[in-house]
């Protein structure tokens, strides 16, 4: 399949009630022809890893072709040039959460990214730092916990940004490496505990977000094992 072809099955298959959807979810994009998630992953199926055809999705500038593009994509083949390129067009936090969950914690670039990116100025690229910390937190069996451990200050440093998806995206960090061992667990209870305290509102947000989360029975269990 071309680009032509996959935005002309993608616009057959999308509907305006998913379109109207989206709203909902406070996903706004430019141009979306309301595919739900369950058809891309279809897609998906049927098309196979092909990242020549993932970077012409993206360029469409549809929000649907660069969900689909994110399914598609080869880590392998992912650049640290693409990768800015691809989170200066975010449009909305789907675009972003997709593709740092489906595609780009799977690179060799992601733990530089996530550091570079918690720092950066724009609300959704800002956002993505924290989102790829919590997804190789999930993904990344092999990593030891020392090299989450820099994200923690970032996390710390950064959990007073107000803005609603760097807010989330900075607790999910948290609680990711919260769920990730006992010595994480410790050290992101600590760093929770702090900013639960914190006199900034949107800090204390963060650190009982994430402190609820991680002392849960059920994490603290599993992690015991």
């Excluded at 305006?16 to 998906?44: C, H, P, W």
């Excluded at 006199?199 to 609820?212: E, H, I, M, Y």
Aim: glycine share 6%.
């Amino acid at each position: 399949m071309n680009v032509s072809q996959v935005l002309s099955l993608l616009e057959k298959h999308g509907t305006r009630k998913t379109r109207d959807g989206m709203a909902r979810y406070a996903i706004v994009a430019e141009r979306a022809f309301g595919v739900s998630m369950s058809q891309l992953n279809l897609f998906r199926k049927q098309i196979g890893t092909d990242h020549d055809l993932a970077r012409g999705l993206w360029d469409s500038g549809v929000y649907e072709a660069r969900l689909l593009a994110a399914l598609i994509g080869d880590p392998a083949r992912v650049t640290p040039r693409e990768m800015e390129a691809w989170a200066a067009d975010f449009e909305n936090w789907a675009d972003c959460d997709t593709v740092c969950f489906k595609l780009w914690d799977r690179t060799p670039h992601a733990w530089a990214k996530a550091t570079k990116w918690a720092k950066a100025p724009d609300e959704l690229v800002r956002r993505a730092g924290f989102v790829l910390m919590a997804c190789l937190a999930g993904h990344d069996k092999d990593a030891g916990d020392a090299k989450f451990r820099p994200f923690l200050p970032l996390i710390e440093k950064y959990a007073g940004d107000e803005r609603n998806w760097v807010k989330k995206g900075v607790s999910w960090a948290l609680r990711g490496i919260g769920h990730r061992s006992p010595a994480l667990n410790s050290a992101a209870q600590a760093v929770a505990k702090r900013l639960a305290k914190s006199d900034d509102a949107t800090a204390r947000w963060v650190g009982k977000d994430a402190l609820r989360d991680i002392t849960r029975p059920q994490v603290l269990a599993k992690l015991s094992r």
